[in-house]
Nanobody, 113 residues
Framework: VQLVESGGGLVQPGESLILSCAASGFTFSSYAMRWYRQAPGKERELVAHISITGVVRNYADSVKGRFTISRDNARNTVYLQMTSLKFEDTAVYYC???????WGQGTQVTVSS
């Protein structure tokens, strides 16, 4: 049972990134999925949630209109498309299966000029 994030990096304000999370060891298409983030010295924050079919998507107010969560059940992958990145988006981003409490190792996103 595993979640593996990728796609993080160093970007300038206003730029974009796409994070990916590859799932294995469970029936990916049967579970809702989430992205969280944790900035230095702060608590882990729920960023986005997507339902099993992808029809229901919810976002933190801080990222609404800038981030998009999506999933490809054929590829067992969930994505987080991040646009108009801000300094305050700097954090480690984690993929999560909330029902099974499965977490990835995280991927660092740094927004800096």
């Amino acid at each position: 049972v595993q979640l593996v994030e990728s796609g993080g990096g160093l970007v300038q304000p206003g730029e974009s990134l796409i994070l990916s999370c590859a799932a294995s060891g469970f029936t990916f298409s049967s579970y809702a999925m989430r992205w969280y983030r944790q900035a230095p010295g702060k608590e882990r924050e729920l960023v986005a949630h997507i339902s099993i079919t992808g029809v229901v998507r919810n976002y933190a107010d801080s990222v609404k209109g800038r981030f998009t969560i999506s999933r490809d059940n054929a590829r067992n992958t969930v994505y987080l498309q991040m646009t108009s990145l801000k300094f305050e988006d700097t954090a480690v981003y984690y993929c999560n299966n909330p029902s099974r409490d499965i977490w990835g190792q995280g991927t660092q996103v740094t927004v800096s000029s």
